[in-house]
């Protein structure tokens, strides 16, 4: 079952005018006092902040009283992008259906009428992925969105370039600390670069050049609010090419003429992997399929099945055969692409066109610049800091 924006909400999500309060790690701080009472189930979620929210829960409430109780707590307002997710497979998750009881991804003791029992763990992460989301007016939903692209940016799962990496983390800190302070020149480390950058990128630099070039990036957002640099963080972070996008690992039988190896499911299309022949690449450039063009979705024990529409050597149409991990893992991609596609009809007519959101091309993507510049177009921070530079300059002058 899908979760749908009411129309009120649709239109609030899109408007460009952005609140003055600041959406920094105060926000945070609501977190702090989410206590379990001792009645009731334990049931544990985990945040994008990746703090756990412990609360009782009776054995035949639903995933939807699970979700309400935590929206609530961390009062956000336009929550029907967000779900809740459970692990029934090691390293792989699913989006649980609202409707669904608990129960039903309890372990058998918490079923029991025993006074302990072990905790059902969920998680609650961005669903959908809009264009733009530095543009939703509620702060503590735009936060939740940037602790949960962080999260995606920093374990690996997108795919980012050095430079944009920096970029991100100076603008984290800033998020997450405020201004910079001095307390690193005696020598002092104040954060830890795991923290702040993926690990291949910190394979591919040392420790020190990365402990000395954020701190230089985020010494120069001293005049950045917290709230701006969460909004900045979204602007860039929704130009890389990974953003919005769930993947899967796939295969495909030896005696198709290619050779995917990833599954990618956006709020527009299905993306197709290879193997890059970067080894540096987790994933070559994708094939995309427009969820038009896409006639058919099945699976079958481990097979996830795809029917796309097509005219190439008067054929009209293609199956795709793609092996994932198990049964469950077919059925978790089929699921999510037939939510991902009933949310998009909503959507489809209020989403703002790729020409609208104007994106500038950031370091190491292949996302071309737009061909004429417009004040959305988002720099990054390299690029501001040579126009602050220049507009010195001038001013001296």
């Given at each position: 079952?899908?979760?749908?924006?009411?129309?009120?909400?649709?239109?609030?999500?899109?408007?460009?005018?952005?609140?003055?309060?600041?959406?920094?790690?105060?926000?945070?701080?609501?977190?702090?006092?989410?206590?379990?009472?001792?009645?009731?189930?334990?049931?544990?979620?985990?945040?994008?902040?990746?703090?756990?929210?412990?609360?009782?829960?009776?054995?035949?409430?639903?995933?939807?009283?699970?979700?309400?109780?935590?929206?609530?707590?961390?009062?956000?307002?336009?929550?029907?992008?967000?779900?809740?997710m459970y692990s029934p497979v090691k390293g792989v998750w699913e989006f649980v259906s609202p409707d669904?009881?608990?129960?039903?991804?309890?372990?058998?003791?918490?079923?029991?009428?025993?006074?302990?029992?072990?905790?059902?763990?969920?998680?609650?992460?961005?669903?959908?992925?809009?264009?733009?989301?530095?543009?939703?007016?509620?702060?503590?939903?735009?936060?939740?969105?940037?602790?949960?692209?962080?999260?995606?940016?920093?374990?690996?799962?997108?795919?980012?370039?050095?430079?944009?990496?920096?970029d991100l983390a100076a603008l984290s800190l800033q998020a997450d600390l405020g201004n910079f302070y001095?307390?690193?020149?005696?020598?002092?480390?104040?954060?830890?670069?795991?923290?702040?950058?993926?690990?291949?990128?910190?394979?591919?630099?040392?420790?020190?050049?990365?402990?000395?070039?954020?701190?230089?990036?985020?010494?120069?957002?001293?005049?950045?609010?917290?709230?701006?640099?969460?909004?900045?963080?979204?602007?860039?972070?929704?130009?890389?090419?990974?953003?919005?996008?769930?993947?899967?690992?796939?295969?495909?039988?030896?005696?198709?003429?290619?050779?995917?190896?990833?599954?990618?499911?956006?709020?527009?299309?299905?993306?197709?992997?290879?193997?890059?022949?970067?080894?540096?690449?987790?994933?070559?450039?994708?094939?995309?399929?427009?969820?038009?063009?896409?006639?058919?979705?099945?699976?079958?024990?481990?097979?996830?099945?795809?029917?796309?529409?097509?005219?190439?050597?008067?054929?009209?149409?293609?199956?795709?055969?793609?092996?994932?991990?198990?049964?469950?893992?077919?059925?978790?991609?089929?699921?999510?692409?037939?939510?991902?596609?009933?949310?998009?009809?909503?959507?489809?007519?209020?989403?703002?066109?790729?020409?609208?959101?104007?994106?500038?091309?950031?370091?190491?993507?292949?996302?071309?610049?737009?061909?004429?510049?417009?004040?959305?177009?988002?720099?990054?921070?390299?690029?501001?800091?040579?126009?602050?530079?220049?507009?010195?300059?001038?001013?001296?002058?």
């Amino acid at each position: 079952a899908t979760c749908l924006l009411s129309s009120a909400c649709l239109l609030q999500l899109f408007v460009t005018i952005m609140p003055e309060s600041v959406a920094g790690p105060e926000v945070l701080e609501k977190e702090n006092n989410m206590t379990m009472r001792k009645a009731g189930k334990p049931i544990v979620v985990q945040l994008p902040s990746n703090k756990k929210f412990q609360i009782p829960a009776d054995k035949e409430d639903t995933v939807r009283d699970v979700f309400k109780a935590v929206i609530k707590r961390l009062a956000i307002e336009d929550s029907s992008l967000l779900g809740l997710m459970y692990s029934p497979v090691k390293g792989v998750w699913e989006f649980v259906s609202p409707d669904h009881k608990l129960k039903v991804y309890a372990p058998d003791k918490w079923k029991s009428d025993t006074p302990s029992s072990p905790a059902v763990n969920l998680r609650l992460a961005v669903k959908y992925y809009p264009p733009g989301p530095h543009k939703f007016i509620n702060p503590i939903s735009r936060l939740q969105f940037f602790l949960n692209i962080r999260n995606l940016i920093l374990d690996g799962t997108y795919q980012i370039s050095k430079e944009a990496a920096f970029d991100l983390a100076a603008l984290s800190l800033q998020a997450d600390l405020g201004n910079f302070y001095d307390k690193n020149v005696a020598g002092n480390q104040y954060f830890e670069p795991h923290n702040y950058v993926p690990p291949e990128v910190m394979s591919a630099v040392s420790y020190q050049y990365v402990s000395k070039e954020i701190p230089m990036l985020h010494s120069k957002l001293d005049d950045m609010s917290q709230n701006e640099a969460v909004i900045r963080y979204l602007q860039i972070a929704s130009q890389l090419p990974d953003y919005g996008i769930h993947f899967f690992e796939v295969k495909e039988p030896v005696n198709y003429e290619t050779e995917h190896t990833c599954i990618g499911i956006s709020l527009k299309a299905i993306l197709l992997y290879e193997k890059s022949e970067d080894v540096s690449m987790m994933r070559g450039s994708p094939m995309r399929i427009p969820w038009n063009k896409i006639m058919n979705l099945s699976y079958k024990n481990k097979t996830f099945i795809l029917d796309v529409s097509f005219v190439k050597k008067n054929k009209t149409q293609r199956r795709y055969n793609f092996v994932t991990e198990s049964t469950k893992v077919s059925r978790i991609v089929m699921t999510l692409c037939a939510d991902t596609h009933k949310f998009y009809l909503k959507l489809k007519n209020m989403l703002p066109t790729e020409e609208q959101l104007e994106p500038h091309s950031l370091s190491g993507t292949t996302r071309p610049p737009p061909a004429q510049s417009s004040p959305t177009t988002v720099l990054t921070l390299h690029q501001t800091e040579n126009m602050r530079a220049e507009k010195a300059t001038q001013r001296a002058r």
